[in-house]
């Protein structure tokens, strides 16, 4: 703070000199956080039947068997996170009969929508691999559980 004369006035700013408090210090986003946030929403949209490689969910159907293990929201989904920037793969098993261009498109509204509005980074690419569709009559490639 200032007086009529522009000097500085001892005592009155307090330690942190007048900085806003939002801005002290440095937020830092892992890449498993954006990969979390895109994983769910790009779950959320009508066509995606799930994420990820043949053998990425084959290996995460055997982990999820195992006790204490939970689905990964992060199958199937690869972040790069600089300090305001993020780029994104995701690897995608589309519905039978959906406009894939349309489902990819959807994708990519809610992935860019939700990364950016959660972490405040810009989302510069988002890449999507469609690695496989799921037809009607076709059995889902995880394992029966030994238990019911």
């Known amino acids: 703070m200032t007086d009529s004369t522009g000097r500085e006035l001892q005592g009155t700013g307090g330690r942190s000199g007048g900085k806003d408090p939002g801005v002290r ?8 956080v954006v990969e ?30 195992v006790p204490g293990g939970r689905t990964s929201v992060t199958r199937g989904v690869k972040a790069e996170v600089g300090e305001v920037q993020t780029a994104l793969d995701l690897e995608i ?32 690419e988002v890449n999507i691999a469609v690695t496989d569709v799921k037809l009607p009559d076709e059995e889902d490639d995880e394992p029966e559980p030994r238990l019911q």
């Not at 769910?40 to 084959?58: E, I, K, Y």
């Open 36 to 65: 979390k946030i895109a994983g769910l929403a790009a779950r959320d949209v009508v066509g995606v039947h799930t994420m990820g490689s043949g053998l990425s969910r084959t290996l995460g159907a055997v982990r999820d068997r």
């Open 93 to 124: 098993v589309v519905d039978y009969g959906v406009s894939i261009s349309e489902v990819a498109r959807a994708v990519r509204e809610n992935v860019v929508s939700a990364v950016e509005r959660m972490t405040g980074l810009e989302v510069v």
């Open 25 to 32: 210090g440095r937020t830092t986003i892992s890449d498993g």
